[in-house]
DNA sequence: AATCAACATAATGTATGACATTAAATATAT
DNA sequence: ATATATTTAATGTCATACATTATGTTGATT
């Protein structure tokens, strides 16, 4: 980051910017400016126009700008500074964007992938044992008895899965958790869809998430933290037979 | 902390509100809501009062508070909702303000904590390792070197030692590493600081780093592996020291 | 010519007011 | 009682004016 030559400014012009993105126009500021970054090909060091141009050249008030602006950069994203305006302090892509936290991840680190969640999955298990008071017991129980049900009503088996994931997640009662499972979940979509579908990987799991919750909501945490980790061996030995099938 | 059922709305009046931060004015809007909120009791589930009151009772334009609370938003610290108004999310304390994306921990968790970064650090390892070009390897070396000297000279070592691991996160590649680890570590800042300040907690890593970033450098995957390895367990000794003292 | 101080400038930072939008709360009709 | 329309209180957005501050530039002093 500190190598970058500070000098190399790279600012887009008015024609440019007008010829980037006067098509996108009710597009979600982040997303237009990604879009905008990336085809002006501007990388990290480079500089940013100015708020108000910006503003002006996708139709929105410079308000809106700023908060995009001032989330990328607690993101550290950009920096911002007085004179010196907007930088770019991190690549931006608009692969990222509908997965904004996304791992990019090719087959073979899905495994270190996986050791990852893993640990954090449990932890979740364990806090929210702790945690769960009798009102939110009720709701986890209800919650992943009805979504049971939808599943075995034929809907995808991943809105069951995601929901009851989530409702743990909820359960301890820390967001951080949610937020870095997600993280790195979200790599893990990628194995659902083509080219090698494995839209099956995980269902297997589902059973067990009843027995979890009522684990959880009893606070036996070892039960439950014995249930999690059975799921995370199921999940893990499908993926080192996707893997295997693929060499 | 999750024991607040979402129904209880707690505002605040605007007597209790002029009396808790009338004498705090300079101060950044953050800080003073975090002030706020803690003097207040506010908890989970708690509703703020109105961006347009704390405005004026802090002594603020709209706008910043508005940026205030859109970056609490983005960090998962509080839900915001148009007539609903602003609600916790998180606990928030002053303890927590130079620390924005912090897992709050007790002590007793310290060694869970460390036990996810663990993984994710010696994966930007092996990561970095397959991924470093010519080029980075001469920055990595450079940067280790400088830091070192840095320190040497008497810095503090946090310094050193977070401008070294950010040059590891950068050479994997994936921008990603930078961003989980962050938030899992700035939770260990606690530590450093009172009340049983351990300033010096894994300032005896530092001499492994030039080694390590030479291993990097040179492809040496087990070595380098190794190298961070032992850095973590020399982390974690010292993390399970402080936790026996406090008992 | 080199260095330093004063000034100009261009960007972000802040304040404010008006209006748009939306979701909760309330009233009304069935 | 339940569904539907209305009100309303909050956030969301825009626009404008001004404050602040890093940077760049000019000019004086050595």
Request: net charge negative; glycine share 6%; proline share 4%.
């Amino acid at each position: 980051m500190s190598k970058v030559s500070a000098s190399k400014i790279k600012p887009i012009d008015a024609e440019m910017l007008e010829h980037l993105v006067a098509s996108e126009n009710g597009r979600d500021v982040l997303e237009a400016l990604t879009l905008m970054i990336e085809r002006a090909g501007l990388g990290i060091g480079d500089r940013l126009p100015p708020e108000i141009e910006i503003a002006k050249k996708l139709n929105v008030g410079r308000s809106k700008v700023r908060e995009a602006l001032i989330a990328w950069q607690n993101m550290g994203i950009v920096t911002r500074n007085k004179k010196a305006g907007t930088r770019l302090a991190a690549e931006v892509s608009s692969n990222d964007l509908h997965m904004p936290l996304t791992l990019k991840l090719e087959a073979e680190s899905l495994l270190r992938t996986h050791a990852v969640r893993r640990p954090l999955e449990i932890e979740v298990v364990r806090v929210a044992c702790r945690n769960v008071t009798e009102q939110q017991g009720r709701v986890i129980l209800a919650r992943a008895t009805e979504l049971i049900a939808v599943y075995e009503a034929g809907e995808d088996w991943r809105t069951a899965d995601h929901g009851f994931h989530i409702t743990i997640y909820e359960a301890s009662g820390n967001p951080l958790f949610e937020q870095l499972i997600r993280q790195i979940q979200d790599g893990f979509n990628a194995i659902y869809e083509a080219p090698f579908g494995r839209a099956h990987l995980g269902q297997a799991t589902i059973p067990l998430h009843l027995p979890l919750a009522k684990a959880i909501v009893a606070g036996e945490v070892k039960i439950a933290i014995a249930y999690m980790e059975q799921i995370m061996d199921m999940v893990e030995a499908e993926v080192r037979e996707v893997m295997e099938e693929q060499s």
